[in-house]
């Protein structure tokens, strides 16, 4: 065995039992709901021509944005991306998933932090403002939805960038 293969295998040994320490530290402080989610997060892209669309910032610095495709006052499609931690990208895929669906005036009573705690099966405390963020993005999606059908002149002028 070469000098470089040894050295190779270390690496990834070393490399594989970090990963493994990390996994269960997030076991212990996450439910496996949250996890899955960071991990697999649902509904994570960007849509473009969003009838609907939010960009807000966090209070830790996170940003999420929102986009909604709606179609007889019912959500038909919808996205969110973020540059936060796993916990905002949990957050904003169960606030999606809750709206997907649903009418304007149901995604507007269904999407709340609390929804979207009880369905993570919780966040520790330092988290749930990722939770805040993901439900307040959705709010100001739906209101941006709402004004958009009042003036839907000013859609045209919007730019909603899409990468």
């Given at each position: 065995?070469?000098?470089?293969?040894?050295?190779?295998?270390?690496?990834?040994?070393?490399?594989?039992?970090?990963?493994?320490?990390?996994?269960?530290?997030?076991?212990?402080?996450?439910?496996?709901?949250?996890?899955?989610?960071?991990?697999?997060?649902?509904?994570?892209?960007?849509?473009?021509?969003?009838?609907?669309?939010?960009?807000?910032?966090?209070?830790?610095?996170?940003?999420?944005?929102?986009?909604?495709?709606?179609?007889?006052?019912?959500?038909?499609?919808?996205?969110?991306?973020?540059?936060?931690?796993?916990?905002?990208?949990?957050?904003?895929?169960?606030?999606?998933?809750?709206?997907?669906?649903?009418?304007?005036?149901?995604a507007?009573?269904?999407?709340?932090?609390?929804?979207?705690?009880?369905r993570?099966?919780?966040?520790?405390?330092?988290?749930?403002?990722?939770?805040?963020?993901?439900?307040?993005?959705?709010?100001?999606?739906?209101?941006?939805?709402l004004?958009?059908?009042?003036?839907?002149?000013?859609?045209?002028?919007?730019?909603?960038?899409?990468?």
């Amino acid at each position: 065995m070469t000098a470089n293969k040894v050295k190779d295998e270390d690496l990834e040994k070393f490399a594989k039992e970090l990963q493994d320490q990390i996994m269960s530290q997030l076991r212990q402080q996450y439910s496996a709901e949250v996890i899955d989610r960071w991990q697999n997060p649902r509904n994570f892209k960007r849509i473009e021509n969003p009838d609907g669309y939010a960009q807000v910032k966090g209070s830790c610095g996170d940003s999420m944005e929102m986009f909604l495709k709606i179609e007889d006052d019912r959500i038909i499609d919808c996205g969110f991306f973020t540059d936060g931690c796993g916990t905002t990208i949990a957050c904003g895929s169960i606030a999606t998933e809750v709206a997907q669906g649903k009418s304007f005036i149901e995604a507007l009573a269904l999407v709340s932090a609390d929804e979207i705690l009880k369905r993570l099966g919780g966040l520790p405390e330092e988290d749930v403002h990722c939770a805040l963020l993901a439900a307040e993005t959705m709010r100001r999606a739906l209101a941006d939805y709402l004004f958009q059908k009042k003036q839907s002149w000013k859609k045209l002028y919007r730019k909603v960038e899409v990468e």
